[in-house]
């Protein structure tokens, strides 16, 4: 990362990874110098592997080539958006192992696909084939990329033990042979680092996130609740279930804007390893001027491997400082030290969207799709007709369910320790204060929930924030169909749905209908006990038989 940074590069093919995961803590340690990686991996297998690393300002997107059934190579495959005419498509490329035919048809296939998906190409990697020498390999491998315009530009040895094999294919005149260098005195690996300028490209960066935001770390919490329990105790509810929460959610909000008002403001979209300060800058300022000097004589060499090395023990250091001091400063709190860890591990992904000018019409069109996609479903359904259907008259034990029974504070109160506390981020306070005011909420909640259930009335609580979420990080962003919505709903609804169930599940227990063998909205049960149990009996039956 350090060769990266001093070295000011935007974008970096790399091979031989060696990663088995998508996300650990090799990869949080990358986006905390600001970068982001895009890459494949072997998860049955160590070594291997190709991905593109790039800076996390500029607006470089995961491209799905959907060619499948490559054996004879890894690649890892990214568009750099330029401007709105130019977006490079950058592909890394690994190949290892004995050189087959089956090599040149499987990149045949691949750059036929890729071609399509842009004028603008990159190639490049560790294609372990010697092009200094002229062979049939090197000379069928040229011909190949040659006829989709692709012209290797690397012509230096890239090897300790010599022979050009790593490669880099231009097929726009994009970069500026005249910049490359060959880093052969790097002993980073036994592959020297090549770096390489563009011809004066001028690439769109991300813009900064405007987002709002509330300042909750400097309210007056006591004043704060002592607000809330006066907004609580003259509230009054409405003769329809729908006003008295849209009344409820904004005496709550309007309560909150006193003490912390919503605030736009502007954030950075690359991380920063949090670490870094001024003592370090400087040591790695003194390394980079030693780099420079190192090949003058064999003293500057010494002293440039004796200043790298204690620039190393101080990141490492600092690394240490700052995380004891983090885990010190949360000790005895679970969650902060768990967001630690997985921050650390790079558990907590960002979330990957289609390629969009303006937020609020990506917004739009995603509420398009999922709208026509239910829609879709709906009309596939097949109709029952009134006539050959015949509704089967119930037969109740214990009578009908024609009302909920009043809910009380009691059961409330049950109800929330045994669920725990939720919110949306629309929702009418932040779930901390929630569960710090949890006690002065209740009785209101109560209502509103008792409300609800004599007028049998949800108006007002099925709206949800709507977070679309990538199925799979190999599959194409730019893709509607390869999203999920996650809806969030807010903690009102999902309190009264909570009292509902307890209702009938009595119900259900008092005239004998729970059924053993159903695992779905059943306490304690779940998809794996209804597996575990198919998976018992198919056991069973093949034993019988034995």
């Given amino acids: 990362m350090c060769l990266l940074e001093d070295n000011a590069v935007d974008v970096a093919?790399?091979?031989?990874?060696?990663?088995?995961?998508?996300?650990?803590?090799?990869?949080?340690?990358?986006?905390?110098?600001?970068?982001?990686?895009?890459?494949?991996?072997?998860?049955?297998?160590?070594?291997?592997?190709?991905?593109?690393?790039?800076?996390?300002?500029?607006?470089?997107?995961?491209?799905?080539?959907?060619?499948?059934?490559?054996?004879?190579?890894?690649?890892?495959?990214?568009s750099l958006t330029c401007s709105v005419d130019m977006k490079i498509l950058c592909i890394a490329i690994y190949r290892t192992g004995p050189i087959a035919?089956?090599?040149?048809?499987?990149?045949?296939?691949?750059?036929?696909?890729?071609?399509?998906?842009?004028?603008?190409?990159?190639?490049?990697?560790?294609?372990?084939?010697?092009?200094?020498?002229?062979?049939?390999?090197?000379?069928?491998?040229?011909?190949?990329?040659?006829?989709?315009g692709l012209h290797q530009i690397i012509h230096q040895p890239t090897h300790a033990n010599g022979g050009t094999i790593d490669l880099l294919f231009d097929n726009s005149n994009i970069l500026d042979p005249s910049t490359i260098q060959v880093k052969s005195q790097c002993n980073l690996s036994d592959h020297y680092p090549i770096l390489c300028s563009t011809k004066n490209i001028l690439v769109n960066l991300k813009k900064p996130k405007v987002i709002s935001v509330r300042d909750l770390k400097t309210i007056d919490k006591d004043l704060l609740s002592s607000n809330i329990l006066e907004a609580v105790s003259c509230f009054e509810l409405h003769d329809h279930f729908h006003d008295s929460c849209l009344d409820f959610f904004n005496k709550l909000n309007d309560t909150l804007d006193l003490h912390a008002p919503l605030v736009q403001k502007t954030i950075s979209v690359a991380a920063h390893a949090p670490w870094f300060d001024s003592e370090y800058k400087s040591q790695r300022k003194l390394r980079r001027k030693?780099?420079?000097?190192?090949?003058?004589?064999?003293?500057?060499?010494?002293?440039?491997?004796?200043?790298?090395?204690?620039?190393?023990?101080?990141a490492n250091l600092k690394k240490k400082q700052y995380y004891s001091s983090l885990l010190e400063k949360n000790k005895g709190n679970i969650k902060a030290i768990y967001n630690v860890v997985n921050r650390e591990l790079d558990r907590k992904q960002d979330h990957i969207l289609p390629e969009a000018q303006d937020i609020a019409v990506l917004s739009k069109k995603f509420n398009e799709y999922f709208n026509e996609k239910i829609e879709n479903i709906r009309a596939t359904l097949p109709s029952i007709s009134s006539s050959c259907y015949s509704e089967p008259q119930p037969v109740f034990s214990d009578g009908y369910l024609n009302e909920f029974s009043p809910c009380t504070e009691g059961e409330l109160r049950d109800i929330i320790q045994c669920s725990g506390i939720k919110c949306a981020p629309s929702d009418f306070l932040p779930e901390h204060l929630v569960k710090e005011n949890i006690d002065t909420l209740i009785p209101l909640l109560c209502k509103l929930v008792n409300q609800s259930l004599s007028t049998g009335s949800m108006d007002g609580l099925k709206i949800a924030d709507i977070i679309p979420t990538l199925k799979d990080t190999k599959l194409d962003p730019n893709d509607f169909k390869n999203f999920r919505p996650i809806s969030n709903l807010s903690f009102l609804g999902k309190l009264i749905e909570r009292v509902v169930l307890e209702r009938l599940n009595v119900h259900l227990d008092k005239n004998n209908m729970n059924i053993p063998q159903r695992s779905a909205y059943k306490k304690n049960f779940s998809t794996e006990t209804i597996l575990l149990k198919v998976t018992n009996d198919l056991l069973i039956a093949c034993d019988k038989r034995s």
């Fill in 13 to 78: 093919f790399i091979t031989e990874t060696w990663l088995t995961d998508h996300a650990n803590a090799i990869t949080a340690d990358i986006k905390s110098y600001g970068y982001t990686i895009l890459h494949e991996y072997r998860s049955d297998a160590k070594g291997g592997g190709a991905g593109l690393l790039f800076k996390s300002s500029l607006q470089f997107n995961p491209v799905n080539l959907k060619v499948n059934g490559i054996t004879t190579f890894e690649y890892s495959t990214a």
């Fill in 101 to 148: 035919k089956k090599f040149f048809e499987e990149l045949d296939v691949l750059l036929g696909v890729a071609t399509l998906k842009s004028d603008y190409m990159l190639v490049g990697g560790d294609f372990n084939i010697h092009m200094e020498s002229v062979n049939s390999f090197s000379s069928e491998l040229e011909q190949l990329t040659a006829s989709y």
């Fill in 290 to 314: 030693a780099e420079k000097n190192k090949d003058k004589s064999l003293h500057h060499k010494i002293m440039f491997e004796e200043i790298r090395a204690e620039t190393t023990i101080m």
